[in-house]
């Protein structure tokens, strides 16, 4: 692939599935990477700033793999997010959406009682830091993918297809407290370190400096492209969902094109949500117990609280307005409103 004046070229060497030190960096990348302006990282000493989105030099060579490599297809899903919006609730929603007429809700036997939703759904971008040619296949038919990826840096292949987006935000308040809670315990369980004190993880979330931030470029390019494209790209809030899940969740069905059926709509959809609840699968075996695909920590990692709200325990009035004001300047004008 030719490489533009920004873009990096990647050669076909394996790399290391996580690379938290400069010195053990690929070496193709590893120039590229250094030379980009960077801030304190959150799991590792540094992130780097990559056409202006904040990312860890493991997300920056999945992403630029994923641009090189990834083809949607017209039936593909790809269900964006910022990290801590309630990925791991849409992923465990879509997969049940869709599979429904091959594992019933209504049964005791389903792929979500067994495996985390991060295991069913890859994220695309972790599976190309990961491996050159992941297999996305789905014994369903209809490939279902996830990215944290803003809309800027998504692979061509998904805006030249007819590759359904669904995007889901969530109140940044709430997100950064949940941002903070996973980021220390990642720091803690898997890499030994100490937690980062709330003020400076606020601090560093409203400078835009969090993991695929700023966090307000990333709702904003899925926004504007919810509107002028609304078949192609669904806008959801992780607070509505909360509060009419039925009404949604049948929104969610219409847009991908698999309607709920009249008779559908007197149980399947209570069976999803009921599967898809935070108190059930937060109390399951494999979410108490079991590890996650991503740095082996333990899936328990992706279920906290699943509240609305839970902010106001944490963000001092100041705090609080602060944010405010920087989503309403960010906003102003856009018709988003969180
Ligand atoms: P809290 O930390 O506020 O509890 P992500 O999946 O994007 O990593 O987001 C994680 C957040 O979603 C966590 O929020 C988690 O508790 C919440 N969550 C996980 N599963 C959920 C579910 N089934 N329903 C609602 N919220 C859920």
Redesign the pocket.
């Known amino acids: 692939m030719a490489a533009s004046s920004n873009d990096f070229s990647i050669s076909n060497t394996t790399v290391a599935n996580q690379f938290t030190e400069e010195d053990s960096y690929p070496q193709d990348l590893r120039e590229s990477i250094i030379s980009l302006p960077k801030q304190k990282g959150w799991l590792t000493p540094n992130i780097y700033n990559y056409k202006g989105v904040w990312l860890g030099s493991f997300h920056l060579h999945g992403a630029l793999r994923s641009q090189q490599h990834f083809q949607a297809q017209d039936s593909d899903i790809m269900l964006c997010?910022l990290?801590?919006?309630?990925?791991?609730?849409l992923k465990?929603l879509l997969f049940a959406l869709i599979t429904r007429k091959q594992f019933l809700v209504s049964q005791e036997i389903h792929p979500l009682l067994t495996t985390n939703p991060h295991t069913l759904i890859p994220g695309m971008e972790y599976e190309y830091a990961s491996e050159e040619t992941p297999d996305f296949a789905m014994s369903n038919g209809r490939r279902l993918l996830s990215t944290h990826l803003p809309q800027s840096l998504l692979p061509k292949s998904v805006w030249e297809s007819k590759c359904k987006v669904v995007y889901l935000c969530r109140n940044q308040k709430?997100t950064i407290?949940?941002f903070w809670?996973f980021m220390n315990k990642l720091r803690g369980d898997v890499q030994g370190l100490g937690d980062i004190p709330f003020p400076e993880a606020f601090d560093r979330y409203c400078r835009g400096e969090s993991l695929y931030g700023p966090f307000w470029d990333h709702l904003l390019g899925y926004w504007k492209e919810s509107l002028e494209n609304p078949r192609k790209v669904l806008f959801l809030k992780y607070e509505e969902i909360k509060d009419r899940p039925h009404v949604h969740l049948k929104r969610i069905a219409a847009f991908l094109d698999c309607p709920f059926s009249e008779e559908e709509e007197c149980g399947v959809v209570d069976g999803i949500l009921r599967l898809?609840?935070?108190e059930r699968?937060s109390n399951l075996e494999v979410n108490k117990t079991g590890k996650t695909v991503f740095m082996q920590a333990g899936n328990n990692l992706?279920?906290?609280?699943?509240?609305v709200g839970?902010w106001r325990n944490y963000l001092t009035d100041e705090m609080a307005s602060r944010l405010d004001q920087i989503v309403d300047e960010k906003f102003k004008g856009t018709g988003l409103k969180l």
């Open positions: 997010t990290k801590k919006s309630g990925t791991t609730w465990a709430d407290v949940s809670h898809c609840s935070f699968l992706f279920f906290r609280k699943g509240k839970d």
